[in-house]
Every structure is written in structure tokens, then in C-alpha cells.
């Protein structure tokens, strides 16, 4: 069992920054790796970024290469995403999984465990 937790969400302008944390409590940290998907209004939820649970392994979606970080503090439980250079494209509710397999998948359907989202929205 794990509960993950987001925030930092809020309204930025275009251009602008904002950094996601998500932290989790459960099964230990180190053992699975996390992942960020995003979800805006009519669309389906989306792959951003993913990184091993040792945090030596990251990917990207292509929309967000470049101006997006994952990373994660394993002695803080906690896996963040650095939002930079935002678009109103990014406008969107974030959500973070945790995934045991540690296939690091681009599917939300196998991720194991869902925090509540924090809402992103960038103004043009």
C-alpha cells in the first residue's frame, strides 16, 4: 500500500515556473519507480516524465523535453518535477504514480498507485 500526496500547482503566466512535489508514504521509497502524467479537461491522461527508483534513469514525453525535470530525494520520500519556460498547453491537473514493477511504463493503466492531482493552469 502507498499514499501519494501532490502540491505546488497553482496559476503561473507563460514563461513562467513552478515546481510539483509529490510525496509518499507506505512501502518503502527506494523499492519502485515514479512517474508524472498529466490530465487536462476532455482529454485523457497523458505520460510526462519517469524515473527509476534509484533516480539514475529518466525519460521524457517529447512535449516537455527540455523544459521539464523529474527528480526525486529518497531520504525525503518525495519525487518533483520542475516545470520551466510553461505553456498554456501545460494547463492541466498533474498527477504522480507509483509504479512496482519498475518498468517504467508510458501507460497510466499500469501504474499501481494515484496521488489526488494538483492543478496546473498557465495563462497566455
Known amino acids: 500500500q502507498v499514499q501519494l500526496v501532490e502540491s505546488g500547482g497553482g496559476l503561473v503566466q507563460a514563461g513562467g515556473s513552478l515546481r510539483l512535489s509529490c510525496v509518499a508514504s507506505?512501502?518503502?521509497?527506494?523499492?519502485?519507480?515514479m512517474a508524472w502524467f498529466r490530465q487536462a479537461p476532455g482529454k485523457e491522461r497523458e505520460f510526462v516524465a519517469v524515473?527509476?527508483?534509484?533516480?539514475?534513469?529518466?525519460r521524457y514525453a517529447e512535449a516537455v523535453t527540455g523544459r521539464f525535470i523529474i527528480s526525486r530525494d529518497n531520504a525525503k520520500n518525495t519525487v518533483y518535477l520542475q516545470m520551466n519556460s510553461l505553456k498554456p498547453e501545460d494547463t492541466a491537473v498533474y498527477y504522480c504514480?507509483?509504479?512496482?514493477?519498475?518498468?517504467?511504463?508510458?501507460?497510466?493503466?499500469?501504474?499501481?498507485?494515484w496521488g489526488q492531482g494538483t492543478q496546473v493552469t498557465v495563462s497566455s
Open positions: 524515473i527509476s527508483w534509484s533516480g539514475t534513469i529518466t
Open positions: 504514480g507509483a509504479d512496482f514493477r519498475r518498468t517504467r511504463p508510458s501507460v497510466p493503466d499500469e501504474y499501481d498507485y
Open positions: 507506505g512501502r518503502t521509497f527506494s523499492t519502485y519507480d
